[in-house]
């Protein structure tokens, strides 16, 4: 039977008939050398299944030992959270059959996870603060990985054959849980995109993970449901899983609400289940229904013993906590005398860390500012990566500013030299940016005589000019150290070489 279909509903209509409710499941793959259980790598990118043991594999007779360092990860994040810290917590079993889970359950937390009962307040674009609650963080495996081939989808349906890859099977993960986050009414997009991106940066300045959501080691799954206009009545709710970027979060939430307002305007009823976000299309289809925790029969795990972190390790923890984004840039924005306009600007675009190492390499700030949001990023644009993709680094891009700031560079010659280190030359660490520049031949021209003889060449080939210049017209002397420009490749100092002009024809 064909299910039914519903138009999609504009989104300021449902703002206007509908309050939506959120809830988002962010899974955080932590950086730790080895995985949650056992001693396997967790390498990203290594050969499929070459990264298993038995213990990961589920074998009879392998039993888990937990991985002190993600236990510590797990705290940190908690923390960071403004989180209570569970004194003692365990793990469960969560049994479900997927051909991606090798042992047929995932160990994971239930009820008594190592976190609990926090917030994290976000900056909406137009300055606003919105406090999220955190339900819980809690410790778990994650699964493997499917590759299903053939068909239109890249989904099971339609594929002639799957492949599975359990190298990411037991790797370590931190599942962050949201309260419900009423109230959002309009912005709900706006508030789930916010946060996620609140969420990854300060996982990041944790150091646990590197939150790459392209290569999943951060993924959301945005719950959304709709309830009648200031009703206060729960409406049903779907889960679109491993939405995996910031944009395609915001997108996920909208569609979502289109379509449910579109269901219960046509008298349809919203079904619980999973859903897939599509990139091309901005949109989501059905997956499964949704299991409740019922259907998992969650029991404590066996093998493991209760994790009890002592008091005086937590503490210790919280004493090693970095320095937050938010208080960074607040004291960045302060120290680099930057509007709140041109701070969004540097986080949207990536920038920030860039600059900040740029200036702790011993550039200026503004100078770093300069190079970064301007040329590289035209440069990272016209390659369609990152800023921080491009193979250049904060020491190198210093190094620039340092030989432009002697004189032994100018501006256009330092572009030359910055293209050469994205070409792949002169190799790595500051001294590469040296080894472009005279692999190219870029230093200024810097011997007197030679700049002498250069605008005495350009005087006699130019007498017309040279006149107007003894005449009092100063300005003619553009032309002059044009050619002399020309004559050295662009290689003089431009300032130098119109004060030789004036001198000569004086």
């Not at 499929?48 to 002190?68: D, I, K, W, Y």
């Not at 986050?181 to 300045?205: C, F, H, M, N």
């Not at 409740?292 to 972190?309: G, M, Q």
């Not at 960074?328 to 600059?355: C, K, M, P, T, Y």
Request: charged content about 25%; glycine content about 10%; some cysteine.
């Amino acid at each position: 039977m064909t299910a039914p279909t519903y138009d999609m509903v504009d989104f300021d209509e449902v703002v206007e008939k509908f309050d939506p409710v959120l809830g988002l499941e962010v899974h955080v793959e932590l950086s730790t050398r080895t995985k949650m259980f056992c001693g396997c790598s967790t390498e990203f990118g290594a050969e499929p299944n070459t990264q298993v043991c038995p213990t990961c594999l589920g074998l009879p007779g392998s039993l888990p030992v937990v991985n002190r360092s993600a236990v510590e990860a797990a705290i940190r994040i908690g923390l960071a959270l403004n989180c209570s810290i569970a004194p003692w917590c365990r793990f469960a079993r969560k049994n479900y059959f997927y051909p991606d889970m090798p042992k047929n359950f995932q160990t994971s937390q239930y009820d008594e996870p190592i976190a609990f009962d926090g917030y994290l307040d976000v900056v909406l674009d137009d300055g606003e603060t919105f406090r999220v609650g955190i339900e819980r963080a809690h410790m778990e495996e994650d699964t493997g990985k499917s590759l299903h081939v053939g068909g239109a989808t890249g989904r099971i349906h339609g594929a002639e054959y799957s492949l599975l890859d359990y190298n990411r099977a037991g790797v370590p993960l931190i599942e962050i849980v949201t309260k419900m986050i009423p109230g959002t009414r309009e912005r709900a997009p706006e508030i789930a995109r916010a946060y996620v991106t609140a969420l990854r940066d300060l996982v990041k300045s944790l150091g646990v993970s590197d939150v790459r959501m392209d290569q999943g080691s951060m993924r959301c799954d945005v719950n959304l449901s709709l309830s009648p206009r200031d009703s206060g009545i729960l409406g049903t709710r779907s889960e679109t899983k491993n939405v995996n970027s910031l944009r395609s979060v915001e997108r996920a939430v909208r569609h979502e609400m289109s379509r449910q307002a579109g269901v219960l305007l046509g008298g349809g009823t919203v079904v619980q289940e999973t859903r897939h976000f599509l990139e091309d299309t901005a949109s989501t289809r059905p997956g499964r229904r949704k299991e409740t925790s019922e259907d998992y029969r969650y029991f404590p795990e066996p093998d493991l013993v209760p994790i009890a972190p002592p008091a005086e390790w937590v503490e210790e923890l919280r004493g090693t906590m970095p320095e937050l984004p938010w208080a960074r840039r607040a004291r960045l924005q302060q120290e680099w005398q930057l509007s709140d306009a041109e701070l969004r600007d540097l986080v949207n675009a990536g920038a920030l860390d860039l600059i900040e190492q740029t200036v702790a390499a011993g550039a200026p700030a503004g100078d770093a500012r300069g190079w970064w949001v301007a040329y590289l990023t035209q440069q990272a644009n016209a390659r369609e990566v990152a800023l921080d993709e491009l193979p250049i680094t904060p020491a190198q891009v210093a190094r620039v500013i340092a030989l432009v700031g002697s004189g032994e560079l100018t501006n256009k010659l330092a572009r030359e030299a910055v293209d050469g280190v994205l070409a792949g030359e002169g190799g790595p660490g500051p001294d590469g940016v040296d080894a472009v520049v005279a692999a190219r031949g870029l230093a200024v021209v810097s011997d007197e005589g030679e700049l002498v003889a250069a605008v005495d060449a350009a005087l006699a080939a130019q007498p017309d000019v040279a006149d107007k210049i003894r005449g009092g017209k100063v300005a003619a002397a553009g032309a002059i150290v044009g050619a002399v420009m020309k004559a050295t490749g662009g290689k003089a100092d431009a300032k130098r070489v119109r004060e030789l002009v004036i001198e000569r024809c004086s």
